[in-house]
């Protein structure tokens, strides 16, 4: 990403009380730490607090494996479970698969800001159920796998979702992005890449929902038009949503015209998305999220 | 409106073939009409032409009837049908009776943008089934009256409805403005009132139709909320759509937030669609509508 | 404004240096206190350091003269300039003057706004150079004071601007609100007035500075137009700015059309500035905002 | 483009009168013309007339440069100047010639558009300053001209920019891309180019002409950064205006977050900008522009 010089991202969330933001804050202050970006919130609701901050690296006397270590007992003292709570360092570097189909667009786009360097990730690789996208992406410098998947064959289907899994988790990576991928994934890949799996879908969710959502908002007359990127759970269509964004469209825009400028909102708004999840930016609550 | 000078409105439609422009814009032409602005639409799908021109009424040796008359025959060679067009004329004034309930802002924004001359209409009468905005009606000196509708109580509630009904029609108006107006219309006067009663929906339909979309909106987590103005029909939110837009929200707004917020919007786009309407520049085609 | 309970609002502004947020946070526990909204930013160009903090006031065993006193201490610690940071206290009803002249739409917007409760704040007084908004003013229960300013009389001019400094300085105002008032505060005003003088221009700064630019904007072909919210200082339109919006216009919008459609994006910059500047939202630093 | 069958597009401007629409509809319906897509404006301050009208090429008895020659007496009826009107073929491939320097983001975006055959054209050569994006240009087929500028030596830039009018006059292109290409252009190359080149400017003209805009809008402080597709004139960043488009920034965005989230704006203004001039859309009129 852009960040200039090694950071180390805390990313935690407990049950809200008086003096949390002191515990962590004279936590880092006394190892040193030097805050160099900080959000809170507070959820009046469920009454749940979130924070993430950035600490540049130099600034403290250890490395990322100690800050998590000592890390762990302010987690404790202030409650929060384990698993709603991080600390990673921006000297990793992020590792992205992304799953295509026939729609180039995406795709492209990412590519493009990869090389770049806006996106500064590596595409471990590209996972197409077609094979046209393989020339772009070796063209990148970047492997392609084919794996078709058949219509009508439950059997070769439950196959080609093994095939995809056994690619994917090959390369153990921090995003699984489905850029425009027109296959639904099975109930427990969802779950084994719960948080982890970025979906685009081409309406303003939860306005059309499935397929062929052009199509619908055109039939019912919509004056605007937009694009949803969401964590992918069971519930098509129906996870955190991350980021949304739309396009005005009118009466001479035809179905056709829709799909043209809907592309436009689907890049940018998979774009945002995956950036702000690869930077941690991203806290999921029940089925909101936090974006800091 | 903001017309400068006293025009005559031809809204047309019927079944496409070649030429329609010919035949109305010679038409025109033979009467030495300045046509001042002009726009067509062909819809593909369903083969259906559409045209509004704005003709400088000086510019004619004769007054809108007899251009209404003399157009009839024009309409017909053309195979329209009867009420698929209309002449109307900016220098007839236009009249408006707005619907409210206890929400304020849609009512004060349309008051403001009366007294501003910005919308130059005749407020005929606001009604509202609470009086709290008699106050503020009448120190713009229109006439307020209060129809209250029972709880609870289906036959007093049709009385309502009637007195209501009296006191729309009794203006004849060009619209009828449902400003945060929170009964729903009995079929028989969407029926009655339908292509100019205008309602405003607090959410970007088709997502959160019904009650409290706000609280619905917040409960989904999105990213952006919206405001929908559409021609009110039986089928509750599921009418034509005149305008939309949204305005960004995020996880920090409440759903209190998110209402004031929505109000801006809520405004804005009321404020369009009843210009357009006023304007003659909305043409309904099915449940979709041609904005010219 | 939209807060449900009482809260005490902190901001501060100090050199960057490790620890500040560690002093501040822990400072407010070790009284009890509850933050519910916290918001930092450091400029890495100026290595400036900013903070916001909202506390319930019941969470405090005192009350906000008492949180003053303590906080100076912090403040000195912590290397802070006198007049760099602030304690408010949202139980304290805000009070605001409108200065306007013919233009209704600011106005008549942030009546709307303060009748339905929206902007929950005191309109001490409406001052206008011309007597138009009486009426309108004086039905919402607001004193209007009418100071003409003479053209080319200099004399009767600085009489007139020693007029309406003394009406404005009377209420003691949190803010002094430029709600498209034509006259140019002279510089002694703009002193004294500094930090709490909002004025709206009605184009995206710095395009289009000074008089008419909507036709400056229409001249130049550009198609968006846009808003200002800023901070008034003795350089015309170079003020800090607070908030900016565009609206899309093309070829066939005339001047006036420019005009219509830029009051609705005047109105809204406006309001939301006006907003965030009670809110205690906005901290000036050099020609530039942080909002929190 | 996306146009679905062949079509002659006919784009018209002269001194407004009674009967142009007339004139040019009875002509086309006289030879049994399918109007598939018409588009009128008058600009009321220069009374200046403009059409644009798509015709459906099956619809005609006869070819492209028949119609040409029919029409040429239309326009010479109705008083137009040579040069103020033209008839062109969809059927004819568009040819686009990109220049760029060492920003990649416009270049890989326009080549992912056309490689998605969302934009239908041939990009007959790439032609760079810098060799960088040799590579990526090939992968998709395309030649490549690398033209280094020397710096401080103005017999060598005048070479430099001699090799490239040959290299492009050689295409005889429909659109001239200044894809961030950071040469200024001579004088003469502007007027031989003239409605022909295409610039893309990182800022939202009239603010921040000439060097890092983006650098200018950080230290002005704007709460939105913007970008302008305009024709390119011998008056740096002074063009006729074809579209811009603007994305929110805060205090918390530094010039480099400014730089990232303006690419975003810059590509999708350059690709409307360039779909509209090769749809034969935009009709320049003084320093503005009518787009259809």
Redesign the interface.
Known sequence: M?L?ERRYVITFGCRDR??I???I??F???Q?????????????TTNWFFTRQEVRAD?LPFGVDELRTRFTEVARDLGALPGSWRVTDTGERKRVVILVSK???CL??L???V??Q?LDVDVSAVIGNHAGMA??TR?HGIPFHHVPFPVNDPEGKQAAFAQLRQLVDAHEPHAVVLARFMQILPAELCADWAGRALNIHHS?????VGARPYHQAHG?????I?ATCHYVTADLDEG??I????I?V???D?V??MV?KG??IEK?VL?RGLRWHLEDRVLV?G?????F
């Open positions: 852009s200039p008086t003096g933001v002191a515990r804050s004279s880092l202050a006394e040193g730490g030097w805050i160099v970006e900080a959000a809170y919130h507070t959820d009046p600034s729609d180039k667009h492209y786009d590519l493009g800001r090389a770049a806006e020339g772009i063209a303003f969710l939860p306005s059309f019912r007359g919509v004056k605007l937009g955190p949503i980021e949304q964004d739309v005005r009118d009466h001479a035809s056709t015209d043209r592309r436009d940018v774009a609550h089925n909101q999220t936090v974006i």
